[in-house]
Nanobody
Framework: LSSAAGVGGGLVQAGASLRLSCAAS????????MGWFRQATGKEREFVAS????????YYADPVKGRFTISRNKAENTVYLQMNGLKPEDTAVYYC???????????WGKGTQVTVSS
């Protein structure tokens, strides 16, 4: 996976929006899922959102429901995470991944830092 670290992450104020993108190399099977996880300093990596590649079914962690939207571009093998209404507690390194389960990634891209100031 190649995580487009230069596109999306950054430092923003609370309430702002960011969009993360992540391009996958190679073939993605319809049975695969791609997702976003995040890891704040001193905390374990946690699930944020994922999408089933074939059906497009999406899943979200409760803290981001209604604010974040995951989507995919199958032609470009790319997954996006639109983040609106960002809060300081969203500050973390965000990782994209691909796996056989929406909640368990087998391969990871490079992390992208998102910092939200209050």
């Amino acid at each position: 996976l190649s995580s487009a670290a230069g596109v999306g992450g950054g430092l923003v104020q609370a309430g702002a929006s960011l969009r993360l993108s992540c391009a996958a190399s190679g073939r993605i099977f319809s049975s695969d899922s791609m997702g976003w996880f995040r890891q704040a300093t001193g905390k374990e990596r946690e699930f944020v959102a994922s999408i089933r590649w074939g059906a497009g079914t999406t899943y979200y962690a409760d803290p981001v429901k209604g604010r974040f939207t995951i989507s995919r571009n199958k032609a470009e093998n790319t997954v996006y995470l639109q983040m609106n209404g960002l809060k300081p507690e969203d500050t973390a390194v965000y990782y994209c991944g691909i796996g056989r389960s929406p909640w368990d990634m087998d391969y990871w891209g490079k992390g992208t830092q998102v910092t939200v100031s209050s």
